[in-house]
């Protein structure tokens, strides 16, 4: 663990027991009064920056137990390419490795690469035209051949 990682776990514990103590603070305050009109001054002073403190804290922990070099910076998202048991039908970040002709559906405004896993195995996907008008796939990204 690393010495950022460590005072965000620490930053976490400390929003987690702060928003902790707020709520129970609410709910003692509202327990006691009989009228609504008397009860959210509570609401609006205790409970709910206790909540929004509770969530502070679970995300900050979350951010701090996230395994390093996993993440929106390099293009993982906690994906280490094939060790979990449904990885090998996921495209990797750069997309499938095919660099054949393109293929369309009938009816589709898609444009994939052959082996894309939306494509994948359907006897009706044919060979896209370049000058078409499709949209190339999200999922595998295909790049018209030169």
Not at 70 to 83: A, C, F, K, L, M
Request: aromatic share 6%.
């Amino acid at each position: 663990m690393q010495t950022s990682s460590r005072t965000t776990l620490w930053a976490a514990a400390g929003a987690l027991a702060a928003g902790a103590l707020l709520c129970v603070l609410g709910w003692y305050g509202v327990s006691g009064e009989r009228f609504a009109a008397r009860q959210l001054p509570y609401l609006a002073s205790c409970t709910v920056p206790g909540a929004a403190l509770l969530v502070a804290g679970a995300v900050l922990l979350a951010a701090a137990w996230r395994p390093s070099g996993t993440g929106p910076e390099d293009g993982t998202y906690g994906r280490t390419g094939g060790t979990g048991p449904f990885d090998e039908d996921l495209p990797t970040a750069d997309g499938p490795g095919s660099d054949g002709p393109p293929l369309r559906v009938p009816g589709g405004s898609l444009a994939h690469r052959p082996d894309c896993p939306l494509v994948d195995g359907r006897a009706d996907a044919v060979a896209a035209a370049p000058g078409a008008g499709l949209s190339p796939c999200p999922v595998c990204e295909p790049r018209w051949p030169r």
